[in-house]
Structure formats: C-alpha cells, structure tokens
C-alpha cells in the first residue's frame, strides 16, 4: 500500500480511468463483434456498415490512448480481410 499522499492520489485516478476506459473497450468489443456476425451473415451492404462503424471506433481507442496503434491496427487489419473474402 502506497504511504504518500501523491500515491494515494494516483492509486485513486488509476482507477477511475481504468473504470473510464473499460466502458470504450466493452463498446468497441461489442461493436467488432456485431462487425463479424453481418460478415458471416453473408449481407456485403450490412457487413461493410458495421465494419466501418467498427473501424471508426478503433480509430478512435487509439487516438485517445486507451489501446495501442499496433494492437488498432492489427484489430482493424483482421477486421477488413474478413471482409475482403467475403467480398471476393
């Protein structure tokens, strides 16, 4: 356990940002996952909405921080060859 004062703070901060970010994680957790379900549906038009939609959030975790751009990208490069066989 921390004994300054400043440790205390940054224990207390830590912990509403990991609470804050774990609400964006779960979102665009569920946002990819609805992403893989139009693409194995077989629906081209609603699969590339929900992949857009996906990607768009990606982008947006890595931006402010809360995943690394690697790991974005490595999501979004998965995402986008799913949907590439599908289309092919």
Do not use: C, P, W
Not at 12 to 39: D, G
Request: zero cysteines; a positive charge.
């Amino acid at each position: 356990m921390a004994n300054h004062k400043s440790a205390l703070k940054r224990i207390r901060q830590n912990e509403k940002r990991r609470e804050h970010n774990r609400t964006f994680r779960n979102r665009t957790r569920t946002l990819i996952k609805q992403a893989r379900v139009a693409i194995e549906s077989g629906n081209v038009e609603e699969a590339r909405e929900a992949t857009r939609i996906a990607v768009r959030d990606i982008d947006t975790l890595a931006s402010r921080g809360i995943i690394h751009k690697r790991n974005a990208a490595r999501r979004k490069s998965r995402l986008m060859q799913q949907l590439a066989s599908l289309e092919s």
